[in-house]
């Protein structure tokens, strides 16, 4: 009803359109969750390794092998999502000439993570952790912070990138 009301304000009225470069300039932006993305395929490309080493499959392994497939390439999406959203919202002219690297970082990270989507290549989801791993790194020093790794608390137990918060 509302909607309605508002719709027909605007057809006589013409309210002026209005846009931000931004969905929600919040500027709460965190690589993290596109670090723990690419541990999950990680983590789902060593469930499915185990699954493959078996001699056949019962039912029960075969709908494990479904899920595992569907979470990887969930997460593939998420790890793309995460870093494009970074990159388109919140990374500007300074920060791409401070670390000139930027734009062919994304795109490879891109590319990497489209080919961990579409394999079960634990070298491929490998190589996208070291890539989200620097854009985190770039993200932080952008910010002024000071990086350092640390082996995940919890499978598959890689090295992430993250920010020294006391300065």
């Known amino acids: 009803m509302l909607f309605n009301l508002i719709s027909s304000l605007d057809k006589k009225l013409s309210f002026s359109s209005v846009a931000a470069h ?82 062919q970082l994304t795109h490879s990270i891109m590319l990497v993570a489209s080919k961990a989507k579409q394999n079960i290549d634990k070298d491929a989801t490998l190589d996208l952790l070291d890539k989200v791993n620097r854009f985190a790194e770039i993200f932080w020093l952008s910010k002024g912070l000071t990086t350092y790794k640390a082996i995940s608390p919890y499978p598959p137990a890689q090295e992430l990138i993250y920010p020294k918060l006391d300065k």
Not at 27 to 49: G, H, W
Not at 69 to 91: C, L, N, T
């Open 22 to 103: 931004c969905d929600i300039p919040c500027k709460i932006y965190d690589p993290i969750s596109a670090q723990i993305a690419v541990l999950t395929m990680i983590r789902m490309v060593d469930l499915l390794e185990e699954l493959g080493a078996k001699e056949s499959l019962t039912l029960n392994d075969q709908a494990q092998f479904s899920r595992l497939v569907a979470e990887k390439e969930q997460h593939g999406f998420k790890v793309k999502e995460e870093i494009r959203v970074i990159w388109g919202d919140y990374i500007k002219q300074p920060q791409l000439d401070q670390f000139p690297e930027l734009h």
